[in-house]
T-cell receptor, first 111, second 113 residues
Framework: GQQLNQSPQSMFIQEGEDVSMNCTSSSIFNTWLWYKQDPGEGPVLLIALYKAGELTSNGRLTAQFGITRKDSFLNISASIPSDVGIYFCAGRSGSQGNLIFGKGTKLSVKP | KAGVTQTPRYLIKTRGQQVTLSCSPISGHRSVSWYQQTPGQGLQFLFEYFSETQRNKGNFPGRFSGRQFSNSRSEMNVSTLELGDSALYLC????????????FGPGTRLTVT
């Protein structure tokens, strides 16, 4: 079946640093979504991407839909303590297909 | 606009029992999807309902079932609970059938003892 590889699994960064994470799939996707999940809560949608090459920003967050349609990237600039959490990528390969989720990147910020 | 709500937030059941979880989507959203989240398997798709019809189903046993009502509210039922069913069950709503952005509720934490 379809798989999403998300990396890194976890990272510790200094406040103010930029963060990068990515997802790669074994098949072509036509939608990429990025979510953030805080402990005890459901995932919150951060950015949605629908076209290959698309670059979209949401405040300090920027995500890109890879040209090959098999990958996506999320960057967080000037990280702050509230960026702590688990970030998930999710992709869909058809208009009716369900979302496939990566295993998440756990972000911890040193104050 | 109110977000997705799920009840109850926490639930403890014993093996062999059954459980029903409820999800109210964002107003105007007609699609409700259910996911199971565990530390080992991550987020896994259970099924999706759109206009009271199941449109898509993941690879879960028949013990997992659901339904959607005319007001788009959805329920998920798990019968004959097993220890491995302990998980966070998340509901997500979207405007259309899976082809739109999905917005998640806070989840129901189910513990099976």
């Amino acid at each position: 079946g379809q798989q999403l590889n998300q990396s890194p699994q976890s990272m510790f960064i200094q406040e103010g640093e930029d963060v990068s994470m990515n997802c790669t799939s074994s098949s072509i996707f036509n939608t990429w979504l990025w979510y953030k999940q805080d402990p005890g809560e459901g995932p919150v949608l951060l950015i949605a991407l629908y076209k290959a090459g698309e670059l979209t920003s949401n405040g300090r967050l920027t995500a890109q839909f890879g040209i090959t349609r098999k990958d996506s990237f999320l960057n967080i600039s000037a990280s702050i303590p509230s960026d702590v959490g688990i970030y998930f990528c999710a992709g869909r390969s058809g208009s009716q297909g369900n979302l496939i989720f990566g295993k998440g990147t756990k972000l911890s910020v040193k104050p | 606009k109110a977000g997705v709500t799920q009840t109850p937030r926490y639930l403890i059941k014993t093996r062999g029992q059954q459980v029903t979880l409820s999800c109210s989507p964002i107003s105007g959203h007609r699609s409700v999807s259910w996911y199971q989240q565990t530390p080992g398997q991550g987020l896994q798709f259970l099924f999706e309902y759109f206009s009271e019809t199941q449109r898509n189903k993941g690879n879960f046993p028949g013990r997992f079932s659901g339904r959607q009502f005319s007001n788009s509210r959805s329920e998920m039922n798990v019968s004959t609970l097993e220890l491995g069913d302990s998980a966070l069950y998340l509901c997500a709503s979207s405007l259309g059938s899976l082809s739109y952005e999905q917005y998640f509720g806070p989840g129901t934490r189910l513990t099976v003892t």
